[in-house]
């Protein structure tokens, strides 16, 4: 079966700061992944989706990046945290074929 | 105006209740349809599909209506572990879902 995974689940970093999630998907090839995210309150919001490995579409023109350097690996980034981009993120997949996505535990990020 | 739209609620109903929720979208090119269950700080789950037939999965039937582009969520017999917040998601094609901001649903005793 398949199964998505990301990390840390937690974190909080001052404003300036670089960021790393990583999330990794198993049980699957070539999946499509999506990078979400839900300030508080607030509904899901698409940062960021990928077809393959180096493909990668932009929803919201931010401070945050995307990469997928393996198939079943997609890596959220920023150079400098700010306030706002504290929230929590989602990483979410899909099989080719399929319409469903499926969503990982998330990381709650809160940037002070 | 939003691609979809939920009364965010909360609604406030007791035990064995009949709770219904409503969703409107605007694309009227939307493909397909689902009701996702978000329970508070976690992860948003699928909880079913949505066809055009209408389809039913224990408590819960889901309802499309596509001429007037709402999509409903009917829940019998509610139960206390029903309280979470229900999302609305179209697809609207180019690889992409559209969540609503959900809907709060409070089950008491």
């Known amino acids: 079966s398949q199964t998505i995974h990301q990390w840390p689940a937690t974190l909080v970093q001052p404003v300036g700061s670089p960021l790393s999630l990583e999330c990794t998907v198993e049980?699957?090839?070539?999946?499509?992944l999506y990078w979400y995210r839900q300030a508080a309150g607030r509904g899901l919001q698409l940062l960021f989706y990928s077809v393959g490995i180096g493909q990668i579409s932009s929803e919201v023109p931010q401070n945050l990046s995307a990469s997928r350097p393996q198939d079943r690996q997609f890596i959220l980034s920023s150079k400098k945290l700010l306030l706002s981009d504290s929230g929590f993120y989602l990483c979410?997949?899909?099989?080719?074929?399929?319409?469903?996505?499926?969503f990982g535990p998330g990381t709650r990020l809160l940037v002070l | 105006r939003k691609e979809v739209e939920q009364d965010p609620g909360p609604f406030n109903v007791p035990e064995g209740a009949t709770v219904a929720f409503n969703c409107t979208y605007s694309?009227?090119?939307?493909?397909?349809f689902f009701w996702y269950r978000q329970d508070c700080r976690k992860e948003p789950k699928l909880l079913m599909s949505v066809y055009s037939s209408g389809n039913e999965d224990g408590r819960f039937t889901a309802q499309l209506n596509r001429a007037s582009q709402y999509i409903s969520l009917l829940i019998r017999d509610s139960k206390l572990s029903d309280s979470a917040t229900y999302l609305c998601?179209?697809?609207?094609?180019?690889?992409?879902?559209?969540f609503g901001t959900g809907t709060r649903l409070l089950v008491s005793p």
């Open positions: 694309n009227s090119a939307s493909q397909s």
């Open positions: 979410a997949w899909r099989g080719q074929y399929q319409e469903t996505q499926y």
């Open positions: 998601v179209v697809n609207t094609g180019f690889q992409k879902l559209v």
């Open positions: 049980g699957t090839s070539n999946p499509n």
